[in-house]
């Protein structure tokens, strides 16, 4: 096996890198500002890199400390996961990590469900942009968005969507938004990370180039959508992800679903070695059943 840190190095440089501060790492691991700096330079030394700056006015984490850190602090998360559900006696636990979005507007409304069909399972969710790096032990299953391309996993397509142009019944009504082209002379509200922009949609439906400007750009497609309620522009999004959005009548289809474009955007992902466990077995299979019932 390749060489690995001791775990009280790597617990000391993370507690540094988190509280950005020598003194407050020391406090929150009941130890020395000194032991602190000695577990980190002894990591440092291990690693042949520098992974914090340090000056007169502080200590700042390096380039190759950052990554180092994303790294090593799921993996350590998911140790100390793994230890408290042993001390704890809870042998029945999933680890799901998910992309922001569909975990806020989809998931989380939905996990009542799950917990009352499965009140065995202790279901641990976290969620960011970043995916889940299975090798280090951070999930069992991983709800990914964006065009698949994970080689080595079983990927899992959760529903088709349609995602298509979204604003208040309101703001419809003042601006008289009745065809592809109206939307020429409103703000549109631009979500950086979604894999359909507003120039396929432009291409999809018109003949009509899209704005190359957008007064407002959100990087989640919770902030596009709770935007667009407020009256601040039109959101292009997902219908199955604004569902509760649409149902409360905060939202609506400018055009209607005809002018959709189709696609399947979230996945269920994992290793083909966690199938067997049980809980992750349920859980899949739980999901899809969710999954095959929504609909704009």
């Known amino acids: 096996m390749s060489f690995i840190p001791p775990v009280i190095s790597l617990q000391s440089f993370e507690a540094v890198a988190r509280r950005r501060s020598f003194a407050l790492a020391a406090a929150e691991l009941h130890v020395t500002a000194s032991a ?7 990591l440092e030394s291990h690693l042949g890199v520098r992974l ?8 700042r984490i390096s380039v190759a400390g950052e990554n180092y850190l994303a790294r090593v602090g799921g993996a ?3 140790l100390a996961s793994a230890t408290e559900d042993l001390r704890q006696g809870v042998s029945n636990s999933l680890y799901v990590h998910s992309a ?4 806020s507007l989809w998931l989380m409304s939905r996990l009542q469900g799950f917990a009352e069909a499965y009140p065995d399972i202790s279901l641990n969710l976290s969620a960011a942009h970043t995916p889940s790096d299975f090798e280090l032990g951070q999930a069992d ?10 080689p080595d996993l079983v990927v899992e397509p959760l529903f088709v969507e349609s995602i298509l142009p979204l604003a208040s019944p309101a703001f419809i009504q003042k601006h008289r938004l009745k065809r592809p082209e109206h939307l020429l002379g409103v703000k549109l509200i631009q979500s950086n990370v979604s894999v359909v922009q507003w120039t396929d949609w432009f291409v999809a439906f018109t003949d009509i180039r899209a704005p190359d400007r957008f007064p407002v750009r959100f990087d989640r497609a919770q902030m596009s959508l709770d935007a667009a309620t407020q009256g601040l522009g039109v959101a292009l999004e997902s219908a199955t992800i604004a569902g509760r959005h649409i149902a409360e009548r905060k939202l609506r289809p400018v055009f209607g679903l005809e002018k ?3 696609l399947k955007a979230h996945f269920a ?7 067997k466990r049980p809980p ?14 929504s609909s704009p």
Do not use: M
């Not at 914090?52 to 200590?59: K, L, N, T």
């Not at 922001?100 to 975990?103: E, F, G, L, V």
């Open 100 to 103: 922001p979005s569909i975990a």
């Open 280 to 293: 992750v077995e349920a859980f899949l299979a739980w999901l899809h059943r969710e999954a095959a019932t």
């Open 269 to 275: 992902v994992y290793p083909a070695r966690h199938a």
């Open 76 to 78: 350590l998360s998911a």
């Open 141 to 150: 299953i991983d709800i990914r968005y964006g065009v698949p391309n994970w």
């Open 52 to 59: 914090f700056e340090r000056s007169a006015h502080g200590v």
């Open 36 to 42: 602190v700096s000695h577990q980190v330079a002894k």
């Open 260 to 262: 959709a474009i189709k």
